[in-house]
């Protein structure tokens, strides 16, 4: 089926994705804001795999899905030529409309080279995934979590350029201080020569030492004029019993 845009969807029987599964959230919200429920479309609620296997055979019409381009489903229906990618018009429109979406342009040809599958670039939308931590997690777990998603989703693919992801995007909620250092500095530098336990515990140490060197380092720039001061004091104290005994002699001296 080729079509354009949600307006073609009116009428047709579609998949939006299973209860409680992120597909059917967006796809109802997207539907709805263009005007198109259960009263003018045959909706079903089908798995992604259920749902490709259901249009594949003809049974229902169009199938909305939020999946990893990686994901072998996505790569069976670009070769496929029974089936064709909706293409999204509005797709700047629906980005600035919701900050979670993004615009993708699926190029032509990437699905199968020789059927030139799909036949032309076909613009579309792509949900930005977030990972989300409690707020009391340990600074120690976040980098943990935010260096294994380096790991993973730094590797390019269709539709991102390597090192593009993860990023410091805040869309939901905001970015935690943990996060905010890694994407400024990266790793953490004691991390890149200490085991993970004995870097998180030097790390820990320093943050108390910090201030502690701080009230200290001023005592230190005083300690050897207190210091003279003291000798000084002690010797001036001497002198004193010096010049006293010295008078006392002279005065004796003096009677003889």
């Known amino acids: 089926m080729r079509a354009q845009g949600f307006d073609s ?6 998949s939006i994705g299973a209860e409680g599964g992120a597909s059917r959230t967006l796809a109802l919200e997207l539907l709805k804001r263009n005007g198109i429920d259960g009263s003018n479309v045959e909706l079903r609620e089908y798995s992604p795999q259920d749902a490709s296997s259901k249009l594949l055979a003809g049974e229902i019409d169009a199938a909305l899905m939020v999946l990893s381009s990686d994901s072998p489903v996505v790569w069976q229906l670009l070769a496929d030529e029974r089936v064709e990618l909706t293409s999204f018009p509005d797709t700047d429109a629906y980005a600035a409309l919701y900050p979670f979406l993004t615009k993708v342009v699926v190029p032509a040809g990437v699905g199968d080279l020789t059927k030139h599958r ?30 294994t998603a380096r790991q993973v989703h ?26 905010t250092q890694f994407y400024k500095a990266g790793r953490p530098f004691l991390r890149n020569y200490l085991p993970f336990w004995m870097a998180s515990l030097v790390a820990r140490v320093l943050v108390l030492l910090i201030p502690i060197v701080g009230l200290i380092y001023p005592l230190l720039r005083f300690f050897p004029a207190i210091y003279r001061w003291s000798i000084e004091r002690k010797v001036w104290r001497v002198y004193g019993e010096l010049r006293f005994l010295e008078d006392e002699l002279d005065a004796r001296s003096d009677v003889c």
């Open 9 to 14: 969807l009116r009428g047709r029987k579609i």
């Open 118 to 147: 799909p036949s032309s670039n076909v613009p579309l939308l792509a949900a930005k995934a977030s990972l989300v931590v409690r707020g009391d997690t340990h600074s120690a777990i976040q980098f943990l979590l935010l260096n």
């Open 154 to 179: 730094s590797v390019p693919g269709i539709f991102r350029h390597s090192g593009q992801f993860p990023a410091g995007e805040a869309i939901d909620v905001p970015l935690s201080d943990e996060a």
